[in-house]
C-alpha cells in the first residue's frame, strides 16, 4: 500500500466510498464523477501503479480483476444490457490516479470514442 495513494486509503476505508463489490484481491466502489448512469472503479487491493506495472508476480490480482467484471454487473443489474471496461494507462490516456484501475461503464448507449 502507499500512504500517498488516494485509492489505497479508499481500499483501508480511509476515505468513505460506495462500495459496490469487495473481495480479498478487488475493491470497486462508485466514481466520484459519474460519466455514466453506473459508473464503477474497479482496483486491485495491492498499489500497482498502471497496466505498465502488472507482471508475473502481481497477475493474481489481475486474474481476479477478470472475475469480478460480470460479479459486478449482476449486482448492478446490467450483464443483459452491457458494460464497457476501461483503463487509461499514463500521460497521453489522461490517466489521473496512479493506482490501476479499471473504469466499469453502464447503463446507458456508450457512445464510440
Ligand atoms: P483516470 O483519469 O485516472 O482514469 O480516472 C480516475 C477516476 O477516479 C476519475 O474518473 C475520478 O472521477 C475518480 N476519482 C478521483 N478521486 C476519487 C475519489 O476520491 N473517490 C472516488 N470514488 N473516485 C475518485
Ligand atoms: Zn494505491
Known sequence: ???????CKIIKKEIPSE?????????????LNPLAPVHVLVVPKIHIESLEEVNEENMEYIDKIHLAFKKIAQIT?????????????????GQEVKHLHYHFLAGKKLGIQ
Open 77 to 93: 443489474n446490467v450483464s443483459e444490457s452491457g458494460y464497457r471496461i476501461i483503463s487509461n494507462c499514463g500521460r497521453d490516456a
Open 1 to 7: 500500500m502507499n500512504d500517498d495513494c488516494i485509492f
Open 19 to 31: 462500495f459496490v463489490y469487495e473481495d480479498e484481491y478487488v475493491a470497486a466502489f462508485k466514481d
